[in-house]
């Protein structure tokens, strides 16, 4: 992974912003003037520190940009006091669209002279993502303004919007095959590509109001979501709750993930089925246990679901965080133990939350989530011009040529189908 130019972001990527962010978003530009001296670098922790990284990058032949929607003064300011070099500045005021919008960096890249394919994309913020998205240059996100508080909501917002890539040590971007192995664990694992161990090879938080860790594997897209297309992890999660064998194909990378985790788990329990229903995990979890360097115990049926919550899944967040409590039990002495709690996908992560509660409340020592995948933000949606419903991506049997389809097809509802237009995010 050898770009010919990077674009960065400014505030909380190339510098700590965070002491005049508040009056940056609020637009008291004047205020934020006055306090410019308060604006920082990030500690080196490892490696050369986030403001050096541009010069290094152009030494080594490579064009730089930074696109920032804050002010062209602010930024020539800031980007002159830490002495970052740049060829090209993007601001506020160069366009008229802004981030998410990918028109400032169209702009960049026009004014770099490369292609979106021959540039990487680096930020700390969803629109910087979903920017690069639209723009289609491949995005690497910056973890090291997080790396203090895990429970910063900001941070779980970054995951729901997750760029192809993130690191935690700024001095990634200067070596071209580490970067190109910076991967999600599972996403790379089903792949067979090389993944390495670092911060970014999973999606993490800590959940700010129970304590939680959570950790994902991968993302997950939706369906209405064109990059599920390409996606199969997702394709492999979705196909997992008819057929739960192919969930066999996740032991591996969850292994992978264990083994190379710190913390170590007694037991692993997954969330359990609507009552009735026979758990998904079961061949998973027999698949798990011997691939594990430390042992760990599996209970398929620690948690058990005592009532099915109708329409569970179109409940809106807060509605779905109340109608889940007290609808999950167990009837085993937990005490002490240390629980991975297994997950496909967290959405709102309503359910898990309940079952880790449960879990604490009958004795467990430490409960950590473990997902799957982790529910992605849509950054593009064809609506069916005939029902309003999302259109999916699909593909033509008889010559493999994608064309968007109506999502109720299935149902037979509606079949109307929309060429595909190649100007479409993928």
Known sequence: MDPKAVIFDLDMTLVDSSRVEADRKAGNWERVFRRLGEVQT????????????????????KKVAVVTSSLRGYATKVLERFAIEHDVLVAYQDTEAHKPSPEPFNYAIQQLGVAPGECLCVGDDPGDSQAAYHARIPSVGALWGFASNLADPKLRDFWKSSPERAIMHPGVLLHPKLLGGCRYIGEADLDGLLCHQQDGFRLYWDDSTTGDRCECLGRYFSGS????????????????KENHEVGLAFAPAIARFLNSYPWKPDVIVPVPPKPGLASRFGPLLGALEPMLATPASS?????TCLAEIPD?????????????????????????????????VLTSGSS?????RVLRQAGAAEVRIVALG????????????????SMKRRVRG???????????????????TVPWDPKDPL
């Open 42 to 61: 990030f500690p080196s922790t490892a490696g050369p520190a986030a403001e050096t990284i541009p010069a290094a990058l152009r030494a080594r032949g």
């Open 225 to 240: 979501d064109p990059r599920s297309f390409g996606s199969r992890w997702s394709q492999r999660i979705l196909a997992a």
């Open 299 to 303: 209970v398929l049926d620690g948690l």
């Open 312 to 344: 569970y899944k179109i409940l809106n967040y807060t509605t779905r965080e109340h109608a889940i409590q007290g609808t999950i039990g167990t009837n085993r002495d937990w005490a002490g133990r240390k629980v991975a709690l297994l997950d496909d």
């Open 352 to 356: 898990a939350r309940e079952c880790a």
């Open 374 to 389: 982790f529910a992605q933000d849509v950054f593009f949606r064809k609506e069916c011009p005939r029902c309003g419903r």
């Open 398 to 416: 008889r010559d493999g040529a994608p064309f968007w389809g109506c999502s109720g097809y299935r149902s037979r509802d509606c079949d109307k």
